[in-house]
């Protein structure tokens, strides 16, 4: 080859190239503004679909630089930087990660998992390589705001604001720091300063805890409360089912409560919490949900479901009704005797062979409608068919309706929130906090006092509410209990104790709300008024109630000059300054944590 051909070659390459990128660049082109211009087709389609860089989020000028100066290689330098940013973080290189962590950000600002997930190495898996706390809630921190600028990225990415919402709940509210995590969030100025730049408003009383100050919980609701307002104005939602993303929400207003009772706040702020967490999930209750199925369901809409169905039925069987009861006695009429009789003896007196006859046989009892339907008169069959479609939606309705409320267990924490606005729920979690807070102050016979209080108003909740039994959270109870045991050196319960049909359930994990309530029916109509403990004395130790047995066995003595008794209220009655003296200690303590996967 000549170096004429050569050159020839060259120039016709050339040429190709330039031809190729004429089309590239007419297609490409954007709108310089002025009237009358017409922008490239790939911008036009930009536009419509609302995928252009300005319609995403935020324009970072060096991403764009980034994305251009790896010349399409963009895939393998993300790869790269993310190898990396285990190797430095394996290495405890942190600024090194904490840089290299920026870099993909700006590789891959519309990918969400990169914000999810390093904002998760951030706060969980990182953080848990400090022994301060302080140290740990910086780290935290830092994953919250890695979260945040992915917001401003994607703004149309509610499934990112949810996580946003879910860290600031979830990690500062029930970590092992959790104590120590919400004081310093209670008082991170600078960073409530940047929320109220994201538009969180922190500085309202939907953010404010009962101290006045921005509480993590709230802040997260409003965090979550976005995300809905999004999904609400027509955003897709992605990834992530409508059931547990509409749920954290109203979770973390329920959440909260319980956190500042554990706290001490134990009067009307607690109930005015309850309050709102009831309208939160009553709210989420009403909610149209979507499903699996070609429709929505609303949990809170069970009982609607339920009489629309009953009268759907009574319409059919006046329609339908002699068809549908022939056809009931032809399937009895095929029932073997023991079957029969099996579904004859009332349910408590079934034998085990009986109880799996009956369950065996009383499903095929009832005719499918459809078939009634059909078998029907020609002048009603129309309308019975017309009646037995409708009472199949409302079936299927229905079945999703439990199926959903059992996922997210809907009916236990209406139950809750209704019964924690109770006087007497809060006058029992107060009694019970009082009581430990004097035990550890070693105040032995105010702590008693309180606990024998404090177990009358428990039985009183639990014999209202008795699915609360069955609650994670009455541990602590137990807990309480035993270490009642321990103060009063029982090694046993006494019979009258008030929560001892409640204790022997939660000790042998066989808690049941149905059979507790039984269980405290019989004992209330064996013993209607008979008192659980004479509450005016305070429990005077074992050595004492020898003494007053005595004295009761032989009159003579009685005459003896009788012991002061102390005062219960006296007892109880402690400065604030002991218990604040008390939270100040365990906070100087860090907490012990273990890396979060």
């Known amino acids: 080859m000549n170096r004429s051909s050569g050159l020839r070659n060259k120039l016709i390459y050339l040429a190709v190239i330039i031809v190729m990128l004429l089309p590239l660049y007419l297609l490409g082109q954007p709108a310089t503004g ?26 970072d000028p060096a991403s764009e630089s980034m994305k251009l100066a790896s010349l399409g290689l963009r895939g393998v330098a993300a790869t790269l930087l993310w190898k990396k940013s285990e190797d430095y973080k394996r290495h405890h290189e942190w600024d090194r990660l904490s840089a290299t962590l920026n870099q993909i950000a700006k590789l891959q600002p519309h990918y969400e998992a990169v914000w999810e997930h390093q904002a998760h190495n951030l706060s969980y898996n990182v953080s848990a390589e ?11 921190k830092k994953g919250m705001s890695f979260l945040s600028e992915g917001v401003r990225k994607n703004r149309n990415a509610p499934r990112l604001i949810w996580y946003t919402g879910w860290f600031y709940g979830q990690k500062l509210g029930l970590s092992d720091e959790k104590r120590q995590f919400r004081e310093l969030f209670r008082e ?74 554990e706290e001490g706040t134990l009067d009307d702020r607690a109930k005015d919490a309850w309050q709102r967490a009831g309208d939160d999930w009553y709210r989420y209750g009403t909610r149209s949900i979507q499903t699996t199925s070609p429709f929505t369901i609303q949990l809170a809409g069970l009982e609607d479901l339920r009489r629309r169905r009953a009268g759907l039925v009574e319409r ?24 029969l009789r099996a579904i004859e003896t009332p349910a408590a007196e079934r034998t085990a062979e009986q109880v799996a006859l009956a369950a065996q046989a009383e499903p095929t009892l009832e005719p499918p409608y459809f078939l009634v339907a059909k ?62 807070q004097l035990n550890d102050r070693a105040d032995l016979d105010g702590a008693i006092a309180a606990y024998d209080k404090a177990w009358v108003k428990w039985a009183e909740v639990f014999d209202r509410y008795p699915v609360l039994i069955e609650d994670a959270a009455s541990d602590d109870l137990l807990d309480s209990i035993n270490r009642y045991r321990v103060a009063t050196d029982q090694s046993e319960l006494p019979d009258d104790f ?51 047995s005595t004295e009761a066995a032989t009159p003579e003595m009685s005459e003896a000059e009788p012991q ?5 209220e006296e007892a109880t009655d402690e400065p604030a300054d002991s218990e604040a003296e008390s939270e100040d200690a365990e906070s100087e303590a860090p907490a012990d944590e273990t890396e979060e996967e």
Request: net charge negative; aromatic share 8%; proline share 5%.
């Open 130 to 140: 400090f022994d301060d706390y302080t140290q740990r809630y910086d780290w935290v």
């Open 498 to 548: 008030p929560l001892k049909t409640f204790y022997e359930m939660r000790t042998m994990d066989e808690a049941d709300s149905e059979e507790y309530a039984r269980i405290r029916q019989e004992e209330t109509d064996t013993t209607p008024d008979a008192p659980s403990f004479d509450l005016a004395r305070p429990y005077q130790g074992t050595a004492n109630a020898a003494a007053e």
């Open 316 to 339: 059919f069987e006046e329609a339908a009704g002699e068809t549908l009861e022939k056809m009931r006695q032809e399937r009895r009429d095929a029932l073997s005797d023991a079957q």
């Open 375 to 436: 078998a029907s008169p020609e002048n009603v069959q129309l309308k019975a068919l017309q009646l037995a479609v409708e009472i199949d939606d409302v079936d299927q309705r229905i079945q999703k309706t439990e199926s959903y409320r059992g996922q997210m267990n809907y009916e236990y924490w209406e139950t809750r929130t209704r019964a924690e606005q109770e006087d007497v729920m809060i006058e029992a979690r107060r009694l019970v906090y009082e009581a430990e």
């Open 188 to 261: 991170d100025d600078p960073l409530h300063a940047e929320l109220l730049e994201e538009g969180i408003a922190v500085d309202s009383p939907e953010a404010r805890g009962p101290d006045g100050r921005p509480d993590n919980w709230l802040v997260g609701r409003l965090w979550l409360n976005r995300g809905y307002d999004l999904v609400d104005s027509g955003v897709r939602l992605v990834n992530k089912t409508p059931l547990t993303f509409f749920e954290i929400g109203p979770k973390w207003r329920i959440l909260h409560a319980v956190a500042i009772e």
């Open 34 to 59: 002025q009237s009358g211009d017409t922008p490239g087709k790939l911008n036009q389609l930009r536009n419509d679909f609302d995928i252009s860089e300005a319609d995403l989020g935020e324009i």
């Open 564 to 568: 002061e008794e102390p005062n219960a």
